[in-house]
């Protein structure tokens, strides 16, 4: 039996994951302490969070080892993969930081955007150290973009594509800067094909973002949207596979009927959306 009881409140056990002999057990609610002996303190660092690898056959270099967050309220470890999105056989871990404050700019204006949120790919099978893969970030205060992360193949070709939601994302771009807490929870899903033009280094920076950087929305092969807002759409997501086409289920956990209908409508009932994506011939 794993158990973890070093820490009160810090949900060891809230994901985990396994493959190829390689075991991940997420804290998102971890804190860090101030002081020795862990008791608490006003000068904690609240929900960094904190996420334990465990290599169980040795498929692997690395050794069993922990990672952690740097500020409060990163949240990382929240979600959590594997997949090979590069066309070869490195298997690359994702690992989501959905409270994350990822640097930005505003046209040439450098900003924070406060727990935009952030994913980190590393290769865990290169024969030295893990070495860190690509970066993707969000692009709207309070967005909560990694808060679903899944590596696996949308579009028929064989190779692992990489899905990345937002639930709380808003769809207006001034929440990229300061400004009174607003969160619009309407939500995005994006979609990043696996392959050769796969990204490396920041995956969310590119010439094509305009004056706003990151913009995930540019530079992602398809960007899934509801038709609704406020319904937390890309909560969750999952892929069901059959012979010509690709059904991407995703799911807006807060939709609300009487957004849509008015008052004869359901107060967030919740919706499932299906996008279809059809195979190459």
């Not at 994006?190 to 010439?207: D, I, K, L, M």
Request: aromatic residues 12%; glycine residues 12%.
């Amino acid at each position: 039996m794993i158990t973890n009881v070093k820490q009160n409140f810090s949900w060891f056990g809230h994901r985990i994951k396994g493959k190829e002999g390689v075991l991940i057990i997420s804290q998102p609610y971890y804190r860090k302490c101030a002081r020795g002996d862990c008791q608490f303190s006003v000068d904690d660092k609240q929900g960094v969070g904190s996420l334990t690898l465990i290599n169980t056959k040795n498929t692997t270099s690395f050794q069993n080892l922990s990672l952690s967050g740097k500020d409060e309220f990163d949240m990382i470890g929240f979600c959590s993969d594997f997949g090979r999105p590069y066309g070869d056989d490195s298997l690359i871990l994702a690992i989501s930081a959905p409270g994350d404050t990822v640097p930005g700019v505003a046209a040439t204006l450098p900003v924070l955007i406060t727990q935009a949120g952030s994913v980190i790919l590393f290769n865990i099978s290169s024969t030295g150290d893990i070495s860190e893969m690509a970066t993707f970030y969000g692009d709207t205060r309070y967005s909560q973009f990694g808060s679903f992360i899944q590596f696996d193949d949308i579009n028929g070709d064989g190779v692992d594509d990489f899905l990345i939601g937002a639930p709380m994302r808003s769809d207006d771009w001034t929440e990229i800067g300061p400004r009174q807490f607003v969160t619009s929870e309407d939500g995005k899903l994006y979609a990043f094909y696996g392959g050769e033009t796969f990204p490396r280094g920041n995956g969310t920076v590119s010439p094509l973002c305009g004056v706003l950087t990151p913009c995930p929305g540019h530079v992602s092969n398809i960007t899934f949207f509801p038709l609704e807002g406020k319904g937390a759409f890309g909560y969750s997501a999952t892929v069901v596979k059959a012979p010509n086409v690709t059904s991407v289920l995703v799911t807006a956990v807060r939709a609300d009927e009487r957004y849509t209908y008015g008052e004869f409508g359901l107060d967030m009932n919740g919706r499932i959306y299906d996008y279809q994506i059809p195979h190459p011939p």
